[in-house]
């Protein structure tokens, strides 16, 4: 079972919310935050509360946690809702990714999947790569950079972003680049 938890204490003071797909907006504790990707459902608190709450994807449309956007997609019309880490949107294109479950509950190794898609979510390119120390690994990793800046070229802040994860990453096996997705991070680059 894959769980992906945020505790973002250090985080700037954002305000932390639920979009539902009615249109209500629930605020929630930045400082704790859940995805059972497996079930489907986000964990969440309220603010002055210790209570953990839940709500299934197809229930939302989106969550800000503090530097975060979570948000539900029906990929290529898909009837199945899963949930994606946005890192950016343009006016014509939107970069999400996610964390594929591992057959084997035993090994580190950790499959993540980037979708760039168009206004309509329909997927215009994709890239699956992993964490492990191979040749073929390595080579898959090498491509994040230069797919993304293709696309996203005129997202600056994304860029640089990106930037600063792959500099040196061809020197340990473009592992770094890694932590661009572990740490995600949202950037808006609608004109």
Do not use: W
């Not at 839940?54 to 979570?70: L, S, V």
């Not at 949930?83 to 190794?109: M, Q, R």
């Not at 898609?117 to 491509?143: P, T």
């Amino acid at each position: 079972m894959l769980f992906l938890s945020i505790n973002s204490f250090s985080m700037p003071a954002f305000e932390s919310f639920i979009l539902t797909n009615d249109g209500s907006k629930i605020t929630i504790k930045t400082s704790y935050f859940r995805i059972d990707n497996t079930e489907k459902v986000v964990y969440y608190k309220l603010p002055n509360s210790d209570i953990e709450s839940k709500i299934k994807f197809k229930d939302f449309d989106y969550i800000h946690i503090g530097t975060n956007k979570f948000k539900t997609y029906k990929l290529n019309n898909s009837k199945e809702v899963n949930g994606y880490f946005v890192l950016s949107d343009t006016a014509s294109k939107t970069l999400i990714f996610t964390t594929k479950p591992n057959e084997d509950e035993e090994s580190s190794k950790v499959n993540y999947v980037f979708y760039i898609l168009d206004l309509n979510n329909n997927i215009i390119d994709s890239l699956e790569f992993d964490n492990l120390k191979n040749a073929k690994s390595n080579n898959s990793r090498a491509d994040i950079f230069s797919k993304i800046q293709f696309y996203f070229k005129d997202c600056e802040m994304l860029i640089t972003r990106i930037e600063s994860y792959d500099k040196l990453s061809a020197q340990n096996q473009n592992l770094d680049i890694l932590d661009f997705f572990n740490s995600p991070v949202y950037i808006e680059c609608i004109k």
